[in-house]
């Protein structure tokens, strides 16, 4: 497989672009080798721009569970496109997409959209501060909720549990309210809201964690975190941005039985358009602007384009529940075969599914929270990605990501990853 077009595409993107990327993990910095460059998508496949065609277990990271170019949500994209791009007025699709929602998701009754998981995030931790008039909120090690100052924190010095800034240029003013626990490990939270002392507005958990790899939250864990939340008048925000739509049509809400109060969307919700979306009780929404006084906004915000994508996609997972069934066998299948793989070579490999998700780690151990999830082999994960891609199959460029099965990843493309996995693991351990 040659690679020389997206080689010369990175240089020229490296010269204009930081990184040569618009988003850090494209940059295959954690694997080693090039990012190649995308032509087109074709319903499971990639197609670079040398020409070489990849199996897409990455789907845009997440937001593809219809494949590209499925014909239902293309031909509503082009009909929206043809009545104008955007208006800054309301449209008749935002109340159709928002109804979707609402008689969707138990847990909301209204919602508002926005362009972004991010900014979906950061404005349910806005409304929740605003709601309960407290400053504090609690986040989980390992769980991504996007790249708003408040939510870039890593664990402070020594055994403090207020978070101090991961990047440069969040001031650590604005990460002081930030209080950070240990997924699955209720002794750690129940820390946080004894240090706090103004009080913890939020707790904010992908009850589904994506972006430490697939590791999901014990039930018994999100019970004790309900109950936490209860005692001490907080509000619980699931983040459903990547499991929403994606671990059931539900997301975590459609498995499991906790119920949280603020609820986060994104990715599938836009079928590939930005699109994020927040949502709650009438109560809560009603002290968003202009309602209430919390303010909230944005120019592009439901932009019948993106609403029209989401709309589509929307109404055909819902109208075809029998697919999640399907996703769910093929992934567990896809882990099944790279498992075998592992164990025919001798290499420890752990494996979980929550639907169209999966992940695997090369680990011996069960990964229960971030700390498990950094003692994976991820420099053999670095090489097995480069042989994967050689045998056109493309996974996320990271062992810390969660990989995904569309509608159209057929039971052949699965038998066809397995069968690169046995390979590549066997070229790398011979
Ligand atoms: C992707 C993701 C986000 C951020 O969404 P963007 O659209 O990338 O801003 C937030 N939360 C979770 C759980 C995600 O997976």
């Not at 059931?248 to 109060?261: A, C, F, R």
């Amino acid at each position: 497989m040659s690679y020389n077009k997206s080689e010369v595409a990175f240089k020229e993107a490296y010269e204009v672009i930081p990184g040569g990327v618009d988003s850090p993990v494209r940059a295959f910095s954690s694997v080693g080798g090039t990012p190649v460059f995308i032509e087109r998508g074709e319903g499971g496949y990639l197609v670079d721009i040398d020409g070489n065609k990849y199996i897409d277990f990455v789907q845009s990271w997440g937001p593809l569970i219809l494949g590209h170019c499925d014909a239902d949500v293309e031909s509503a994209v082009i009909e929206a496109v043809k009545k104008g791009l955007s208006f800054g007025a309301p449209t008749l699709t935002e109340t159709d997409l928002a109804t979707e929602i609402v008689d969707m998701f138990d847990s909301i009754e209204k919602v508002r959209f926005v362009s972004s998981g991010t900014e979906a995030v950061m404005s349910a931790i806005r409304l929740a501060r605003g709601y309960t008039k407290r400053d504090d909120f609690i986040k989980f090690t390992g769980c991504y909720h996007g790249h708003a100052d408040s939510l870039l924190v890593q664990a402070g010095s020594g055994m403090a549990t207020f978070g101090s800034p991961s990047s440069p240029g969040v001031p650590a003013d604005l990460t002081k309210h930030t209080l950070l626990a240990t997924y699955n490990d209720i002794e750690s939270v129940k820390k946080c809201f004894e240090q706090s002392e103004g009080g913890i507005s939020s707790v904010i958990i992908e009850p589904i964690a994506g972006n430490m790899g697939l590791v999901p939250a014990d039930e018994e864990f999100l019970e004790e975190l309900r109950a936490l939340c209860d005692e001490h008048g907080a509000l619980l925000i699931f983040d459903e941005v990547m499991s929403g739509f994606r671990a059931s049509l539900k997301g975590y809400q459609g498995v499991g039985s906790v119920k949280p109060d603020i609820v986060t969307l994104g990715k599938v919700i836009g079928a590939g358009m930005p699109v994020g979306a927040f949502g709650t009780r009438k109560e809560i929404m009603a002290e968003l602007s202009p309602e209430g006084p919390i303010y909230q906004a944005g120019t592009l915000s439901g932009n019948p384009v993106a609403m029209a994508a989401g709309l589509a996609s929307l109404k055909k997972l819902k109208s075809n529940p029998e697919i999640y069934a399907t996703l769910e066998r093929r992934a567990k299948r896809l882990m099944e075969g790279f498992k075998e793989a592992a164990d025919a070579v001798g290499v420890p490999m752990v494996t979980d599914v929550r639907g169209s998700m999966f992940g695997f780690f090369f680990s011996d151990k069960p990964v229960k929270n971030f700390d498990d999830a950094l003692e994976n082999d991820s420099e053999l994960f670095g090489k097995f990605h480069g042989k994967m891609l050689e045998k056109g199959v493309y996974l996320a460029c990271s062992s810390y990501e969660t990989g995904f099965i569309s509608t159209v990843t057929t039971d052949e493309m699965i038998e066809e990853a397995i069968l690169a996995a046995k390979t590549s693991l066997q070229e790398l351990t011979a």
